[in-house]
């Protein structure tokens, strides 16, 4: 029985000898192009119309009717053709219709030569289309498929074969229609034309890339002058073709899953099928920005949390499969062992030797499933990681380069990168929402994992610091100029070396506070703040704050905690971690917590209310989904790089433009 | 076309081109059965669950039911728990989506449940049926209907298992008691 296809499906053919019925709401021209082994349409003479000269293995019917038969002996065909394609087009004589929109939907049939039906395909969706690929028959490895396509041009015959890759497309396209005036001299009245009434789909142009983009047709046509499409495109027949739409990556068999993610339950209409391109078996080329959402940087966020998801998955699928093989052979083993007779003849080193195959075989495939899925991922983030903006990016980006001072603040930002040990190789940035729910602990101790078992306390102390400044210092970035207030708590000053950049730059308001009395101060101004501005959300009198309340986000850099805290100070510290969020203050605390013991469990709540995270790399952090423990990586800035004083000092510079 | 399964009846999951399926949804519909009281007809919301079992041989090593709606691995969904049933007929209540191509090599056999949490019958059930439907395309591949009546409450529905390189779906239809899949797995084991 016929298949029937949808769009982008393919489908054997049985023989060589086939006819293909075309049926449409009115009258319309069936041609036949040709295309070579890249999908090219090499010359006009490949292009069988009611007024063209017969080609050999290919009849095409002679009017211009509602009903068309073409029949195909693909036997016949030149040996350099890999592909027939199968187009409808408008006649675009007065009176026509001019556009598929006011048409019923074509419907193709592919039969033997015998009638029987093999496959149907009903060309759906067209809209102001004026010329539509419907079906190609195109040859791979050595046999005959059907495809269809669907394909519609807006900008009608020529749009269409210039896509195809023929030189001079608007000769052809002539040629091709005075063939027609021609045929339709001597072709019977018409059928009346039934009034398309329905609505059609939400197609409003053609999806079909420029010849080139595809990697299909080679460089652009210098012979076809650009306003070839222009001059033969019937003028209402709605929005011109895009210069230049995005062409799709894919090729080949048509894939409708997203290249990784399952597909929703509400199945989403069937995406634009990549144009035939000449190389099959390629995977979905990757895009950035390929996640919901209304703007890019949204659609990044959620792209990159896809894929963090899809790493998460795919590893826990990965170690499910292990764990299972392994536990399969230890009871194989066990049973080979557990008969007292047969525990040390050659039948229980056979078994023994089975399990362990068995189990090799099963990590394989466990394996090969993991490093396909990789690089996807690999791919996908080979492609995301250049297009993230400052907010996202890592400090070696060239989009720190081009840095400017944002105008609005960012969604999230980045806080490292996250690595499984199946995959080191493979990070995922790790965005984390803005403004910040939770205050951030910079853990200056020893590092708990083995990920880093030498690690010199020294050395770990001061990058401790220097992972403060950088993250105080994106932060500050992102930011709109004046809309982050940086304070820093220095008590005992040690942390001078670590904040240069943030102090030579300029980008702090005041220089960080030092001694007792300093971290009193500033403590106090900012409880203040949080009191005031809670008191005044409260009461919904958010305008009568005094004025020398600083409404801009405020983020506190607390260094050398305990030393030089009174209790006093440690309760204010509480304070602001389980209060400041929601009033705009937000704690970053740099701190070993070894140190921090002799405070008591007092202390407890205040580590558990902030995000850890570790100057040198450590898995403590588990993903949502799985729970596996992540390797977070800091963003420290480069060695030797001055990306981030001169970033900051861009921050300083508009913040005193902006009298902020 | 659509397969009307009988019970232990089988169907390949392979595409009639040859291909095989990469992506397929379990779709779960029913339907209150009205009540003669003292009202006249009147309904009473009936709260069906959909699970879906994944085995490693005979071992159960993820579910994917309301209160844990991804499997670890990702290649199960369940869209998400519907406590009423459909007020209308046919579409789908509950559905599960398997991406038979990423579900991990040692999975070889996916077991979907029907139980009833609020307690009720299949007696009190109308029009119920799981259907395996192509997600790529929107197809049905197979439809199993529910036979009205019965005095259980949980039913297991068909399973979908590995078959040389591809996927076979098997309808089961076995009925059982239970409001969760925990209280079926006993009578899923046999079934493996």
Same mark, same amino acid.
């Given at each position: 029985?016929?298949?029937?296809?949808?769009?982008?499906?393919?489908?054997?053919?049985?023989?060589?000898?086939?006819?293909?019925?075309?049926?449409?709401?009115?009258?319309?021209?069936?041609?036949?192009?040709?295309?070579?082994?890249?999908?090219?349409?090499?010359?006009?003479?490949?292009?069988?119309?009611?007024?063209?000269?017969?080609?050999?293995?290919?009849?095409?019917?002679?009017?211009?009717?509602?009903?068309? !038969?073409?029949?195909?002996?693909?036997?016949?065909?030149?040996?350099?053709?890999?592909?027939?394609?199968?187009?409808?087009?408008?006649?675009?004589?007065?009176?026509?219709?001019?556009?598929?929109?006011?048409?019923?939907?074509?419907?193709?049939?592919?039969?033997?030569?015998?009638?029987?039906?093999?496959?149907?395909?009903?060309?759906?969706?067209?809209?102001?289309?004026?010329?539509?690929?419907?079906?190609?028959?195109?040859?791979?490895?050595?046999?005959?498929?059907?495809?269809?396509?669907?394909? $519609?041009?807006?900008?009608?015959?020529?749009?269409?074969?210039?896509?195809?890759?023929?030189?001079?497309?608007?000769?052809?396209?002539?040629?091709?229609?005075?063939?027609?005036?021609?045929?339709?001299?001597?072709?019977?009245?018409?059928?009346?034309?039934?009034?398309?009434?329905?609505?059609?789909?939400?197609?409003?142009?053609?999806?079909?890339?420029?010849?080139?983009?595809?990697?299909?047709?080679?460089?652009?046509?210098?012979?076809?002058?650009?306003?070839?499409?222009?001059?033969?495109?019937?003028?209402?027949?709605?929005?011109?073709?895009?210069?230049?739409?995005?062409?799709?990556?894919?090729?080949?068999?048509?894939?409708?899953?997203?290249?990784?993610?399952?597909?929703?339950?509400?199945?989403?209409?069937?995406?634009?099928?990549?144009?035939?391109?000449?190389?099959?078996?390629?995977?979905?080329?990757?895009?950035?920005?390929?996640?919901?959402?209304?703007?890019?940087?949204?659609?990044?966020?959620?792209?990159?949390?896809?894929?963090?998801?899809?790493?998460?998955?795919?590893?826990?699928?990965?170690?499910?499969?292990?764990?299972?093989?392994?536990?399969?052979?230890?009871?194989?083993?066990?049973?080979?062992?557990?008969?007292?007779?047969?525990?040390?003849?050659? $039948?229980?080193?056979?078994?023994?030797?089975?399990?362990?195959?068995?189990?090799?075989?099963?990590?394989?495939?466990?394996?090969?499933?993991?490093?396909?899925?990789?690089?996807?991922?690999?791919?996908?983030?080979?492609?995301?990681?250049?297009?993230?903006?400052?907010?996202?990016?890592?400090?070696?980006?060239?989009?720190?380069?081009?840095?400017?001072?944002?105008?609005?603040?960012?969604?999230?930002?980045?806080?490292?990168?996250?690595?499984?040990?199946?995959?080191? $190789?493979?990070?995922?940035?790790?965005?984390?929402?803005?403004?910040?729910? !939770?205050?951030?602990?910079?853990?200056?101790?020893?590092?708990?994992?083995?990920?880093?078992?030498?690690?010199?306390?020294?050395?770990?102390? !001061?990058?401790?610091?220097?992972?403060?400044?950088?993250?105080?210092?994106?932060?500050?970035?992102?930011?709109?100029?004046?809309?982050?207030?940086?304070?820093?708590?220095?008590?005992?000053?040690?942390?001078?070396?670590?904040?240069?950049?943030?102090?030579?730059?300029?980008?702090?308001?005041?220089?960080?506070?030092?001694?007792?009395?300093?971290?009193?101060?500033?403590?106090?101004?900012?409880?203040?703040?949080?009191?005031?501005?809670?008191?005044?959300?409260?009461?919904?009198?958010?305008?009568?704050?005094?004025?020398?309340?600083?409404?801009?986000?405020?983020?506190?850099?607390?260094?050398?905690?305990?030393?030089?805290?009174?209790?006093?100070?440690?309760?204010?510290?509480?304070?602001?971690?389980?209060?400041?969020?929601?009033?705009?203050?937000?704690?970053?605390?740099?701190?070993?917590?070894?140190?921090?013991?002799?405070?008591?469990?007092?202390?407890?709540?205040?580590?558990?209310?902030?995000?850890?995270?570790?100057?040198?790399?450590?898995?403590?952090?588990?993903?949502?989904?799985?729970?596996?423990?992540?390797?977070?990586?800091?963003?420290?800035?480069?060695?030797?790089?001055?990306?981030?004083? !001169?970033?900051?000092?861009?921050?300083?510079?508009?913040?005193?433009?902006?009298?902020? | 076309?659509?397969?009307?399964?009988?019970?232990?009846?089988?169907?390949?999951?392979?595409?009639?081109?040859?291909?095989?399926?990469?992506?397929?949804?379990?779709?779960?519909?029913?339907?209150?059965?009205?009540?003669?009281?003292?009202?006249?007809?009147?309904?009473?919301?009936?709260?069906?669950?959909?699970?879906?079992?994944?085995?490693?041989?005979?071992?159960?090593?993820?579910?994917?039911?309301?209160?844990?709606?991804?499997?670890?691995?990702?290649?199960?969904?369940?869209?998400?728990?519907?406590?009423?049933?459909?007020?209308?007929?046919?579409?789908?209540?509950?559905?599960?989506?398997?991406?038979?191509?990423?579900?991990?090599?040692?999975?070889?056999?996916?077991?979907?449940?029907?139980?009833?949490?609020?307690?009720?019958?299949?007696?009190?059930?109308?029009?119920?049926?799981?259907?395996?439907?192509?997600?790529?395309?929107?197809?049905?591949?197979?439809?199993?209907?529910?036979?009205?009546?019965?005095?259980?409450?949980?039913?297991?529905?068909?399973?979908?298992?590995?078959?040389?390189?591809?996927?076979?779906?098997?309808?089961?239809?076995?009925?059982?008691?239970?409001?969760?899949?925990?209280?079926?797995?006993?009578?899923?084991?046999?079934?493996?």
């Amino acid at each position: 029985m016929a298949a029937e296809l949808v769009r982008g499906q393919n489908h054997p053919l049985p023989g060589s000898r086939l006819e293909i019925r075309v049926s449409a709401g009115g009258p319309v021209i069936a041609a036949v192009t040709l295309g070579d082994e890249a999908g090219r349409l090499r010359d006009p003479g490949w292009i069988a119309h009611l007024g063209s000269p017969p080609l050999p293995g290919l009849e095409v019917s002679r009017q211009a009717a509602a009903d068309h !038969r073409i029949a195909v002996d693909l036997e016949a065909l030149p040996e350099a053709v890999h592909r027939v394609n199968v187009l409808l087009a408008l006649s675009t004589g007065a009176g026509r219709s001019l556009s598929f929109g006011a048409l019923a939907a074509p419907v193709v049939a592919v039969t033997g030569p015998d009638g029987t039906d093999v496959a149907g395909y009903t060309v759906t969706g067209l809209g102001t289309e004026s010329a539509v690929v419907a079906v190609e028959l195109y040859r791979r490895q050595g046999a005959w498929k059907v495809r269809a396509v669907g394909q $519609g041009y807006a900008g009608g015959l020529a749009a269409l074969l210039e896509d195809q890759g023929l030189p001079r497309a608007r000769e052809s396209a002539a040629a091709v229609e005075e063939g027609i005036a021609a045929g339709a001299a001597r072709a019977p009245a018409p059928p009346p034309a039934r009034a398309g009434g329905e609505v059609r789909g939400r197609r409003t142009a053609p999806v079909g890339g420029p010849p080139g983009a595809q990697g299909t047709a080679p460089e652009a046509l210098p012979e076809a002058p650009p306003e070839a499409a222009a001059a033969l495109r019937p003028a209402p027949a709605g929005p011109p073709a895009p210069p230049a739409p995005p062409a799709p990556a894919a090729s080949g068999p048509v894939d409708y899953r997203h290249p990784r993610r399952t597909p929703r339950a509400a199945a989403a209409p069937p995406p634009p099928v990549p144009p035939p391109s000449a190389r099959p078996e390629t995977p979905d080329r990757p895009v950035a920005g390929d996640g919901p959402g209304r703007s890019m940087e949204e659609r990044l966020h959620n792209q990159v949390w896809g894929m963090f998801e899809d790493l998460a998955r795919t590893t826990a699928a990965y170690r499910g499969a292990v764990d299972f093989a392994d536990s399969r052979m230890e009871r194989e083993m066990d049973e080979a062992l557990a008969d007292p007779r047969s525990r040390l003849g050659p $039948g229980a080193e056979a078994a023994r030797a089975r399990a362990g195959e068995r189990r090799a075989e099963l990590v394989d495939r466990a394996r090969a499933a993991l490093e396909r899925d990789l690089a996807q991922l690999t791919a996908e983030s080979e492609v995301v990681e250049p297009a993230l903006p400052p907010a996202f990016a890592r400090w070696d980006s060239p989009v720190w380069d081009a840095y400017r001072v944002p105008a609005q603040a960012p969604m999230a930002v980045r806080l490292g990168d996250l690595a499984l040990p199946e995959h080191s $190789g493979l990070r995922v940035p790790m965005l984390v929402r803005l403004p910040l729910e !939770r205050g951030l602990w910079i853990d200056a101790g020893r590092a708990s994992s083995a990920a880093s078992p030498t690690a010199d306390p020294h050395r770990t102390r !001061r990058l401790a610091g220097e992972l403060a400044t950088a993250v105080a210092g994106r932060l500050l970035a992102v930011h709109p100029a004046g809309e982050l207030t940086v304070h820093v708590l220095d008590p005992t000053g040690s942390a001078g070396p670590a904040l240069a950049p943030l102090t030579e730059s300029g980008a702090l308001r005041e220089p960080p506070a030092t001694g007792p009395q300093g971290v009193a101060q500033v403590l106090a101004g900012l409880t203040r703040r949080v009191d005031l501005v809670r008191m005044a959300e409260r009461t919904r009198a958010t305008d009568a704050l005094p004025p020398d309340v600083d409404l801009a986000g405020q983020l506190l850099i607390v260094h050398d905690f305990p030393h030089g805290f009174d209790d006093r100070a440690v309760t204010r510290l509480r304070y602001l971690a389980d209060e400041g969020p929601s009033a705009g203050v937000h704690l970053m605390m740099v701190a070993d917590r070894e140190e921090a013991r002799e405070y008591g469990p007092v202390l407890d709540p205040l580590w558990r209310s902030l995000l850890r995270i570790t100057p040198v790399p450590d898995d403590h952090l588990a993903d949502p989904w799985v729970g596996h423990a992540w390797t977070y990586e800091p963003p420290l800035v480069p060695a030797g790089s001055q990306v981030l004083s !001169r970033v900051l000092g861009r921050v300083a510079e508009a913040r005193r433009r902006y009298g902020r | 076309m659509t397969v009307n399964l009988s019970k232990g009846q089988a169907v390949s999951l392979q595409k009639s081109d040859g291909g095989t399926l990469t992506a397929v949804r379990m779709g779960l519909g029913w339907q209150a059965a009205p009540r003669r009281g003292l009202f006249g007809r009147r309904t009473q919301e009936i709260d069906l669950d959909a699970s879906a079992v994944l085995f490693a041989g005979q071992q159960p090593v993820d579910v994917v039911f309301f209160r844990h709606l991804v499997s670890d691995d990702g290649s199960v969904r369940h869209t998400g728990d519907n406590l009423v049933g459909g007020a209308g007929q046919g579409g789908d209540d509950e559905a599960i989506l398997v991406d038979l191509q990423r579900v991990p090599v040692h999975i070889d056999q996916i077991v979907f449940t029907v139980n009833s949490f609020t307690g009720q019958t299949f007696a009190e059930v109308q029009n119920a049926f799981c259907r395996l439907v192509d997600e790529t395309n929107g197809q049905e591949l197979a439809r199993y209907t529910l036979t009205g009546g019965g005095r259980h409450t949980a039913q297991i529905m068909a399973k979908v298992h590995r078959q040389g390189e591809g996927w076979q779906m098997t309808a089961l239809g076995t009925e059982a008691n239970g409001r969760t899949f925990q209280d079926l797995m006993p009578s899923i084991t046999p079934l493996l």
